[in-house]
């Protein structure tokens, strides 16, 4: 918290205090003071619950508000239960899980820290007879990233960067009990081309192209010409040109989200410079133009974050179905391994383009040229 910050709220304490003392000697409701200067003293339903039952801890000092008053030492459990919860969380090797949360007394909390990706949208969903907080926050910096809001009982995060996570959750002091909690990595963004799932994905990011003179900075989707490209994302219409390298290439702006999309090796494009898109609206078509002439039809995805250069797409296009969930990027779908050992026993693999039939060698000699080619 800055300078700025701490003083603001000294402000709000100092004047949220005369005028508790004000109530008291006006005889006015107390009550809905105290909830209505909490809302000044935090930015989440937690922070200006925590507000509250320190003005509440205050009043019990003032004659004539202490029916309004909350025990000092409750107060502080209440607080030091939080930030036990923040500093000591159980750790989960997975980003998606669910589990029963139980709260056996009034003001208990439990927390959890678990793995994510940059590209993930963390939902997390629960159900709770009584009043819960939950918030989200960084691990290492402790910063709160994200909180369900009032009686919401679900809330989304997407993260901007790879680490951990903890998830923190605690009841009123009035509350507890069990509920059930879940935390889902879900895709951030549309999958780029149509009709298709991340199962089409062939090619993976930081592979390397031209004898390793370079790296592959975005994932290759394989379909048959022609077949719709998308906008994965909400924004604008950067470029539509044609280079050596992507052929018919469209880049997509979107500066809420702080990225730039790459569609390259369409056959055609759809959208001209400053077009306004929204997700799933046409961009182009698949094709092999550029470098990727004379071979398979394929869409080359890349994320580009503002300030940063590429990131892997893989994680916002498919979310954590299509890795380990522990971050490593192992893939689990047991579908995917069964097929690509059908690939591997596979002699030949025929792409129907244009009505011409290429057939394509599937050896290991001739998978490690069609490698450095795409």
């Known amino acids: 918290m800055g300078i700025r910050s701490r003083g603001i709220r000294r402000i709000a304490v100092l004047l949220s205090l005369a005028l508790l003392i004000g109530a008291v ?34 009043a019990s000092r003032i004659p004539g508000a202490r029916r309004w008053s909350v025990p000092a030492q409750d107060v502080t459990a209440w607080l030091d239960a939080a930030e036990h919860a923040l500093a000591t969380p159980a750790a989960q090797r997975r980003t998606s899980f669910s589990t029963t949360v139980t709260l056996n007394a009034p003001g208990a909390a439990a927390s959890w820290r678990f793995p994510v990706r ?104 394989f379909a048959p010409r022609g077949t719709p490209v998308v906008a994965a994302t909400d924004g604008w219409i950067g470029s539509s040109m044609t280079n050596g390298l992507g052929g018919n290439v469209v880049w997509v702006w979107s500066p809420l989200r702080g990225v730039n999309t790459y569609y390259a090796h369409l056959d055609r494009q759809a959208v001209s410079p400053g077009q306004r898109v929204i997700a799933g609206d ?47 990027g192992r893939q689990e ?37 069609l490698r450095g080619m795409l």
Do not use: M, W
């Open 118 to 221: 940059r590209g993930y949208r963390l939902v997390v969903d629960y159900a709770a007879a009584a009043a819960v907080f939950v918030d989200l926050f960084d691990a290492d910096s402790r910063t709160r990233l994200a909180s369900a809001d009032g009686r919401a009982t679900v809330f989304q995060y997407d993260a901007n960067a790879d680490g951990d996570l903890v998830l923190r959750t605690q009841s009123t002091l009035d509350g507890g009990g069990d509920y059930r909690i879940s935390v889902r990595a879900n895709p951030s963004v549309q999958f780029p081309v149509e009709h298709l799932t991340p199962r089409a994905v062939q090619s993976r990011f930081g592979a390397t192209r031209d004898a390793g003179r370079r790296l592959h900075e975005g994932i290759d989707i």
């Open 25 to 58: 000697l006006s005889r006015a409701p107390i009550q809905p003071l105290l909830s209505d200067a909490s809302r000044y003293l935090g930015a989440s339903p937690h922070e200006r619950y925590a507000a509250e039952l320190r003005l509440r801890r205050v």
């Open 333 to 369: 779908d047991g579908r995917q391994k069964t097929e690509d050992r059908r690939r591997e026993k596979s002699r030949k693999a025929e792409y129907r383009i244009q009505n011409t039939e290429y057939r394509i060698e599937t050896g290991p000699e001739h998978r490690q040229k």
């Open 282 to 328: 046409v961009v182009g078509y698949v094709g092999n133009t550029g470098n990727a002439r004379g071979g398979p039809t394929h869409l080359h995805f890349g994320v580009y974050v503002t300030g940063q250069g590429s990131v892997d797409p893989l994680p916002y296009v498919c979310g954590d179905a299509c890795f380990g969930g522990d971050g490593s």
